[in-house]
C-alpha cells in the first residue's frame, strides 16, 4: 500500500460521519498513518473536529446537506459513527462509488434495533431474548405483560443508551414511555426486550476486512441508566461461553460484510450466550483497549478500514471509568487530581465544549499485568479523583 500526505490532489481520505470521542481516536490513529481526516458533526467542536485536517458542521439528518459534503471532500472511506443520521445519503453516496464502513446495509440494519434483532433472531438464528416492538402505550403495557417484569424498554434508534430504562412493575410503564420517548432518535417505535437475568454483559469486538476476522480479549462492562460507566479486559468466563460469544459475533458480522470493526454486545448466564446488539464501529467500552493492547479498537478499526493485517499483542489487564458530568454549561471543565497519573494510569479529556449532567466528558484507564478485577477496583478509586465543580 502506498501511504502519501494530506491535504494533496492524491490523498487518501478519511471522512467521519459523527466526531465523538470515539472518532477524535480513530482520527489520531489515522493521522498516524499520513491519512488526510475530515470530521463531520451536528454541532462546532466536537471532539474530533479538534484534530482532523479539516471539519464540517451540519444537519445530520439532512441527505442532501451529507451528501455535498461527501460530493465536495470526495473522501476514500466514509466512517459513519453515529446512528442519528440520514441512512438514505449512504445508499447514494454508495451509488456514486463511494466507499462507506462497513456499509450502507450494515449500518441501517444496525442502527435500528428492530432491523438488527430480526435480522439476528429470524435471518441468522442467533440466540436472543424475548422481545416485541410497540408503537402505542397501550401496546407498551400488552407487551410488558407478555414478557413479564422487569422488562427493557428502548427507543428503537437511539445512541449511548439513550431512552433506556427497566421497568420493574406495571407503575413503571408510563415514566419508561416517557424516557423513551425523550431521547434523540427516532423514538416513534419501542422494544420491549425480556429481562435476562444474566451472570455479566460483554463486547466482543470483533474485526474484519477481507483477510481476516479477529476477536480481542472480552470485554465486561457494568451500565448505568443504558450507558457504560465501567469496563474491564479481559472478562473472566468459561471456554465454552466464550467460544459460543466469538460464533455468534462472527455469525453476526460475516452476515454484516464489509471492513472494520464491530462492537457485538451479549448477556452470559452460565454457558449460555444472548445476542443483544451490535455497533458497527468502535465501542464506547473498548477505550480500555488503549491501555491492554499494542493496537487499540481504534487502530484496529483504521487497519481494517485500509486492508491491513489485524495482529496485535496483548500487554495485560485493564479497565475503564467513565466520568460524566454533574452541571449543564458551556464552559465545562474536569478537574482531575495529580494523583490519578500514575505510572500505571491515562487520563482522557474529551475536550467537549458543553455538558449537561450526565455527559461523558473523559475516562480514566488503568493497567494491571495480572489481573482485571484489580484494575477495575483502580480505575473506580482514579474516577473519584475527578469532579467538574
Not at 432518535?185 to 454483559?201: C, P, Q, R, T, W
Not at 465501567?230 to 454484516?256: C, Y
Not at 450466550?273 to 473498548?286: A, L, M
Request: aromatic content about 8%; overall charge neutral.
Amino acid at each position: 500500500m502506498k501511504f502519501k500526505a494530506p491535504l494533496k490532489s492524491n490523498s487518501t481520505k478519511i471522512m467521519l460521519l459523527g466526531s465523538g470521542e470515539l472518532g477524535k481516536e480513530v482520527i489520531i490513529e489515522a493521522q498516524r498513518l499520513g491519512i488526510e481526516t475530515i470530521a463531520v458533526d451536528s454541532y462546532n467542536n466536537a471532539p474530533a473536529q479538534l484534530v482532523a485536517n479539516k471539519a464540517y458542521t451540519i444537519n445530520m439528518k439532512n441527505k442532501n446537506e451529507i451528501l455535498d459534503v461527501i460530493r465536495k471532500e470526495k473522501p476514500t472511506y466514509i466512517l459513519p459513527e453515529v446512528e442519528a443520521i440520514n441512512i438514505q445519503a449512504l445508499f447514494e453516496a454508495e451509488k456514486e462509488g463511494f466507499h462507506v464502513i462497513p456499509n450502507a446495509d450494515a449500518v441501517n440494519k444496525t442502527m435500528n434495533r428492530k432491523n438488527i434483532r430480526e435480522y439476528a433472531a429470524v435471518e441468522l438464528g442467533v440466540k436472543t431474548g424475548g422481545y416485541e416492538f410497540v408503537t402505542t402505550f397501550n401496546g407498551l403495557q400488552k407487551a410488558a405483560k407478555n414478557m413479564d417484569f422487569p422488562c427493557v424498554i428502548k427507543p428503537v434508534m437511539s445512541s449511548s443508551g439513550h431512552g433506556q430504562s427497566i421497568a420493574k412493575s406495571e407503575d413503571d410503564l408510563e415514566k419508561s414511555w416517557e424516557i423513551a420517548k425523550e431521547a434523540r432518535g427516532d423514538a416513534s417505535e419501542l422494544i420491549v426486550e425480556e429481562f435476562i437475568k444474566f451472570d455479566y454483559e460483554i463486547t466482543m469486538l470483533t474485526v474484519r476486512n477481507e483477510d481476516q476476522t479477529v476477536f480481542c480479549e472480552p470485554i465486561g462492562h457494568i451500565q448505568q441508566d443504558g450507558d457504560y460507566i465501567f469496563s474491564w479486559q479481559p472478562m473472566n468466563m468459561s471456554q465454552v461461553a466464550r467460544k459460543k460469544a466469538e460464533q455468534i459475533s462472527k455469525t453476526i458480522t460475516d452476515g454484516l460484510g464489509g471492513r472494520g470493526i464491530f462492537g457485538v454486545e451479549m448477556f452470559v448466564k452460565g454457558d449460555e450466550v444472548y445476542f443483544s446488539e451490535v455497533s458497527p464501529r468502535p465501542h464506547d467500552t473498548g477505550m480500555v483497549t488503549m491501555i491492554t493492547q499494542s493496537q487499540s479498537e481504534f487502530a484496529l478499526h483504521v487497519r481494517a478500514v485500509l486492508g491491513l493485517p489485524l495482529d496485535y499483542i496483548d500487554y495485560g489487564c485493564g479497565a475503564s471509568a467513565a466520568y460524566k458530568a454533574k452541571n449543564d454549561t458551556f464552559n465545562p471543565k474536569v478537574k482531575i487530581k495529580k494523583s490519578a497519573f500514575t505510572k500505571n494510569s491515562y487520563v482522557r479529556v474529551f475536550g467537549k465544549p458543553q455538558s449537561h449532567e450526565g455527559r461523558r466528558m473523559a475516562v480514566a484507564l488503568t493497567f494491571d499485568k495480572d489481573s482485571s478485577e484489580v484494575a477495575l477496583e483502580k480505575s473506580k478509586e482514579i474516577i473519584k479523583k475527578f469532579s467538574d465543580k
